[in-house]
C-alpha cells in the first residue's frame, strides 16, 4: 500500500522559507514521479514543481520558479520542496503525489512536459500540510 506522508507546513511571513518534506513508502516499481501541488481556498487545485526518481529531471510552475527547489534523497525514500521568498499568493495547502512507471524512460517524459504538473497523472496522494504566508 502506497503512503505518502507530507510535513514542514506553517506560519511563515513574507519573504520567508519553508522545506517541505514528503515520505514515501510502499511503491513498488524502480521509476516513479513526486509531484508536489497546493490547493488555495475557493481555488483549483495546482500543479507546482515535479521530480523523477531515476534522473535529476524537475519541472516547475512558472509562478514558482526561481523561488522553489525540488530535490530527493532517494535513500530516504523522501522529496523535498525548499520554499523560498514566500509570498501571501503561495498560501495554500500542499500536497504531494506519486505515479509509477515500468520503464524508467516515461517517468522522464512526464516531468519534462507539463502533465507533470497535472494532477490527473498522479496514482497517490497524500493528506496535506498547511501552509500560510501572512504578517
Known amino acids: 500500500q502506497v503512503q505518502l506522508v507530507e510535513s514542514g507546513g506553517g506560519l511563515v511571513q513574507p519573504g520567508g522559507s519553508l522545506r517541505l518534506s514528503c515520505a514515501a513508502s510502499?511503491?513498488?516499481?524502480?521509476?516513479?514521479?513526486i509531484g508536489w501541488f497546493r490547493q488555495a481556498l475557493g481555488k483549483e487545485r495546482e500543479g507546482v514543481s515535479c521530480i523523477s526518481s531515476n534522473d535529476d529531471s524537475t519541472n516547475y510552475a512558472d509562478s514558482v520558479k526561481g523561488r522553489f527547489n525540488i530535490s530527493r534523497d532517494n535513500a530516504k525514500n523522501t522529496v523535498y520542496l525548499q520554499m523560498n521568498s514566500l509570498t501571501p499568493e503561495d498560501t495554500a495547502v500542499y500536497y504531494c503525489?506519486?505515479?509509477?512507471?515500468?520503464?524508467?524512460?516515461?517517468?522522464?517524459?512526464?516531468?519534462?512536459?507539463?502533465?507533470?504538473?497535472?494532477?490527473?497523472?498522479?496514482?497517490?496522494w497524500g493528506q496535506g500540510t498547511q501552509v500560510t504566508v501572512s504578517s
Open positions: 503525489a506519486a505515479v509509477e512507471f515500468i520503464v524508467g524512460a516515461h517517468s522522464v517524459m512526464i516531468v519534462a512536459s507539463s502533465r507533470g504538473l497535472n494532477s490527473d497523472e498522479y496514482d497517490y
Open positions: 510502499g511503491l513498488t516499481r524502480d521509476y516513479y514521479v
